[in-house]
């Protein structure tokens, strides 16, 4: 007999490397049921995975795959909170390789439905099952893994009260799939509805590009353009989408940091920049781009449902990914499409999904209508698409204008930083070159200084030309060329401090900015500050929302 390579096997987490892990509900909706199902199916090293749905996956969501198993002993283990085979110190963390580490996926499934678990591990004689009476039974499997959960939900209906129709779940579902199967070219995916065939991924280890064929459609990968690029520790590759392949919504962008599907508010923000030229206002490019970095160096542990990420540098990744796309629109590197049968199953009502599928973005909006509690004991509600928060601060209630709240702090911390010579720069690593008029030249040229102590570093390179190498660190996140032009012409104009600090204000940008915890918790702080320093405390853009001051609002409008 050939020597086996014993499996990692299940144990529970120590309670100090529990107590690390970002907590959280992660069940929400069908999709993240499929999402989690699969998601151990690919750590477990399966090659194929089927996925059967009934009724939007509230009736039915099986998960089958050939992977490598589970121990019998360790199946109660697999249903136990915070057991896991893929961690077992804190340092783990920091080098997590698998999808899953958690341990939460299956007792947090299997609490909220009716579940059964087969699995016949390699080498084993025969497959063991286990549901919620958590009694073992023998069962006739092949080696993998089969997880069968019926009737989700079938005991806590207010969670039901939240799901959407059963169209919505369902689309859920498959830009879920479409989005896992994109990032695992190398594994087949098979989705079924109720028994009739819908989608089917054939593996593609030789060829990823037939799977981004298969998943976003033969056009997509004639009108975009090649990117493959490394600095250091990081590589990024993939396809990114010319305006030809533009579309409505944001329903094509998938962007994978070590084989996963996030959201980054940096990355968000370098897309933007790099695509300024090449997509039509109003329309959202399409791309499929993959970064792979040293896992130390990505925080994976932020989110429950691990869509977000902290990178260790992140304005390093910013300006990769910004020059790695712009270099590649620049040399218009082409994929060679033969003409090719399209994914088995990629008709009829799989292609039409037409509903943002940014699977994530829309778990994270749904959480967004609750109410949310803080462990800073702040409660804060967000109204009309995070532009106006409700904040209990303990003592009172504010209402607040987020942009407009953003800007005059922007204003104020700007002008305070001048002023006492503090304004931290924020180098530009690729730096942007900018057209300019006569004028604004000149004072390029004579107002080195002051520009200086703005926090700006603008260089001349021709006699119409600049290269912007640094903007003021608060403003990171805004568009640069309009940035620059507004300060020199505020210069240009000799406008007052005051008047230059609130140009700059303007181009805050906080856009894609995840509101949570933190980020309310610094408002409240900075607006705090805000009221101390100030004078001006006339229409200032939020509010506290006493008897008077509502009462006050309710009669204006009479
Ligand atoms: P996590 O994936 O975070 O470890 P889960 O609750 O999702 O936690 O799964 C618990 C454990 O069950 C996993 O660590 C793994 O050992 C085992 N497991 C779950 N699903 C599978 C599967 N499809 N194949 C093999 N092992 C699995
Ligand atoms: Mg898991």
């Given at each position: 007999?050939?020597?086996?390579?014993?499996?990692?096997?299940?144990?529970?987490?120590?309670?100090?490397?529990a107590?690390?892990?970002?907590?959280?509900?992660?069940?929400?909706?069908?999709?993240?049921?499929?999402?989690?199902?699969?998601?151990?199916?690919?750590?477990?090293?399966?090659?194929?995975?089927?996925?059967?749905?009934?009724?939007?996956?509230?009736?039915?969501?099986?998960?089958?795959?050939?992977?490598?198993?589970?121990?019998?002993?360790?199946?109660?283990?697999?249903?136990?909170?915070h057991?896991?085979?893929?961690?077992?110190?804190?340092?783990?963390?920091?080098?997590?390789?698998?999808?899953?580490?958690?341990?939460?996926?299956?007792?947090?499934?299997?609490?909220?439905?009716?579940?059964q678990?087969?699995?016949?591990?390699?080498?084993?004689?025969?497959?063991?099952?286990?549901?919620?009476?958590?009694?073992?039974?023998?069962?006739a499997?092949a080696?993998?893994?089969?997880?069968?959960?019926?009737?989700?939900?079938?005991?806590?209906?207010?969670?039901?009260?939240?799901?959407?129709?059963?169209?919505?779940?369902?689309?859920?579902?498959?830009?879920?799939?479409?989005?896992?199967?994109?990032?695992?070219s190398?594994?087949?995916?098979?989705?079924?509805?109720?028994?009739?065939?819908?989608?089917?991924?054939?593996?593609?280890?030789?060829?990823?590009?037939?799977?981004?064929?298969?998943?976003?459609?033969?056009?997509?990968?004639?009108?975009?353009?090649?990117?493959?690029?490394g600095?250091?520790?990081?590589?990024?590759?993939?396809?990114?989408?010319?305006?030809?392949?533009?579309?409505?919504?944001?329903?094509?962008?998938?962007?994978f940091?070590?084989?996963?599907?996030?959201?980054?508010?940096?990355?968000?923000?370098?897309?933007?920049?790099?695509?300024?030229?090449t997509?039509?206002?109003?329309?959202?490019?399409?791309?499929?781009?993959?970064?792979?970095?040293?896992?130390?160096?990505?925080?994976?542990?932020?989110?429950?449902?691990?869509?977000?990420?902290?990178?260790?540098?992140?304005?390093?990744?910013?300006?990769?990914?910004?020059?790695?796309?712009?270099?590649?629109?620049?040399?218009?590197?082409?994929?060679?499409?033969?003409?090719?049968?399209?994914?088995?199953?990629?008709?009829?009502?799989?292609?039409?999904?037409?509903?943002?599928?940014?699977?994530?973005?829309?778990t994270?909006?749904l959480?967004?209508?609750?109410?949310?509690?803080?462990?800073?004991?702040?409660?804060?509600?967000?109204?009309?698409?995070?532009?106006?928060?409700?904040?209990?601060?303990?003592?009172?209630?504010?209402?607040?204008?987020?942009?407009?709240?953003?800007?005059?702090?922007?204003?104020?911390?700007?002008?305070?930083?001048?002023r006492?010579?503090?304004?931290?720069?924020?180098?530009?690593?690729?730096?942007?070159?900018?057209?300019?008029?006569?004028?604004?030249?000149?004072?390029?040229?004579?107002?080195?200084a002051?520009?200086k102590?703005?926090?700006?570093?603008?260089?001349?390179?021709?006699?119409?030309?600049?290269?912007?190498?640094?903007?003021?660190?608060?403003?990171?996140?805004?568009?640069?060329?309009?940035?620059?032009?507004?300060?020199?012409?505020?210069?240009?104009?000799?406008?007052?401090?005051?008047?230059?600090?609130?140009?700059?204000?303007?181009?805050?940008?906080?856009?894609?900015?995840?509101?949570?915890?933190?980020?309310?918790?610094?408002?409240?702080?900075?607006?705090?500050?805000?009221?101390?320093?100030?004078?001006?405390?006339?229409?200032?853009?939020?509010?506290?929302?006493?008897?008077?001051?509502?009462?006050?609002?309710?009669?204006?409008?009479?």
């Open positions: 007999m050939s020597a086996v390579v014993p499996l990692p096997r299940i144990h529970p987490l120590a309670a100090e490397v107590n690390q892990i970002a907590a959280g509900e992660v069940i929400e909706r069908p999709a993240s049921v499929v999402k989690e199902l699969v998601e151990n199916s690919i750590d477990a090293a399966a090659s194929k995975i089927t996925i059967d749905i009934a009724r939007a996956g509230i009736k039915l969501i099986r998960v089958q795959d050939n992977g490598q198993g589970i121990h019998k002993d360790d199946l109660a283990l697999a249903l136990q909170s057991a896991t085979s893929k961690l077992t110190r804190v340092s783990d963390l920091s080098q997590i390789a698998s999808l899953g580490f958690r341990g939460e996926a299956l007792p947090s499934i299997a609490s909220v439905s009716r579940f678990l087969i699995s016949r591990q390699q080498h084993a004689d025969n497959a063991w099952s286990i549901d919620n009476s958590l009694v073992l039974k023998p069962a499997h080696e993998g893994t089969t997880v069968e959960v019926k009737d989700l939900f079938h005991a806590t209906p207010a969670r039901r009260k939240f799901l959407k129709s059963e169209r919505t779940e369902w689309l859920h579902i498959q830009s879920l799939v479409k989005a896992v199967a994109l990032g695992h190398h594994i087949a995916f098979q989705l079924r509805y109720e028994d009739q065939h819908n989608l089917y991924f054939a593996s593609c280890s030789e060829l990823p590009q037939q799977r981004v064929v298969d998943v976003c459609g033969k056009a997509f990968l004639q009108h975009s353009v090649v990117v493959d690029a600095r250091e520790s990081m590589h990024v590759r993939g396809w990114i989408g010319l305006n030809e392949v533009a579309r409505s919504q944001t329903d094509r962008q998938y962007f940091v070590n084989g996963r599907l996030v959201q980054d508010k940096h990355i968000q923000h370098a897309l933007r920049l790099a695509y300024s030229d997509v039509a206002r109003g329309r959202y490019p399409s791309y499929v781009l993959f970064l792979q970095l040293n896992p130390a160096d990505v925080d994976i542990n932020v989110h429950p449902a691990k869509s977000e990420v902290r990178f260790a540098e992140p304005r390093n990744v910013h300006d990769f990914i910004y020059a790695s796309l712009t270099n590649a629109f620049a040399n218009n590197n082409r994929t060679e499409v033969k003409p090719g049968k399209p994914a088995r199953g990629e008709t009829g009502s799989t292609s039409s999904v037409n509903e943002p599928t940014a699977f994530y973005r829309q994270d909006q959480q967004q209508e609750l109410l949310k509690q803080t462990e800073s004991g702040v409660n804060y509600l967000e109204l009309l698409e995070g532009k106006f928060l409700i904040v209990d601060t303990g003592s009172d209630q504010l209402l607040i204008d987020v942009a407009d709240t953003g800007i005059l702090l922007a204003l104020h911390e700007l002008l305070h930083a001048y006492t010579g503090r304004v931290e720069q924020r180098p530009i690593q690729v730096s942007v070159s900018c057209n300019l008029t006569i004028k604004q030249q000149l004072i390029v040229q004579e107002q080195q002051l520009i102590q703005w926090g700006f570093i603008i260089e001349p390179i021709s006699p119409e030309q600049v290269a912007v190498r640094a903007i003021p660190a608060m403003l990171s996140y805004a568009d640069i060329v309009p940035l620059v032009k507004d300060f020199l012409n505020a210069l240009c104009s000799k406008e007052h401090n005051e008047q230059v600090a609130a140009r700059l204000a303007e181009h805050v940008n906080d856009a894609g900015l995840n509101i949570n915890e933190a980020y309310v918790a610094l408002l409240l702080e900075k607006i705090n500050r805000y009221e101390q320093q100030s004078t001006a405390l006339k229409s200032l853009p939020w509010r506290r929302l006493d008897a008077a001051a509502l009462a006050a609002m309710l009669n204006s409008q009479a």
